[in-house]
């Protein structure tokens, strides 16, 4: 394990495993998905002992505190000897509610056609006239 002074907050990223590669995190970077003090930061910028970056990731959010500086990638228990997970416990469990097909008009995969109740039900929805 090699510290660093200066080290970008990709390759920063990468090396304690928030992403698979260091492409996905400086395109999390470019397009506003990590933060500093609420503000989007760039690919380029240094790390400093102390930051807190908000990150968020396929519907979870993460806000990590820097507490070691590291340039190469390595495995999981070191990885997490140099940030501090400081995320509250609300925003740490994954959003795992699914809109149900019934709204979006779609039937679920590999159900089959409607039978005719349930086509005269989606008709009705459907159809639905709004009168004033």
């Known amino acids: 394990m090699e ?16 992403y698979k590669t260091r492409a996905q995190a400086a395109d999390a970077c470019d397009s506003g998905k990590v ?4 503000n989007a930061i760039k690919a380029s910028r240094a790390v400093k002992l102390g930051d807190v ?15 070691g500086i590291i340039e190469k990638r390595v ?12 995320t509250p ?3 740490n469990r994954k959003n795992d509610f699914q809109v149900p097909s019934f709204y ?10 409607p039978s005719k109740e349930q086509r ?11 009168e004033d």
């Open 104 to 113: 979006t008009g779609k039937r679920l995969s590999k159900t089959g056609r």
């Open 3 to 18: 510290a660093k002074e200066k080290v970008r907050i990709d390759k920063y990223l990468w090396s304690i495993r928030m």
């Open 35 to 38: 933060k500093l003090n609420d």
């Open 89 to 91: 416990e609300d925003l």
């Open 75 to 86: 495995g999981y228990p070191e990885a997490i000897k140099n940030y501090e997970d400081i």
């Open 53 to 67: 970056y908000e990150l968020r990731n396929e519907g979870e959010k993460k806000i990590i505190k820097v507490t």
């Open 120 to 130: 005269r039900n989606l008709d009705d929805i459907m159809n639905i006239d709004i």
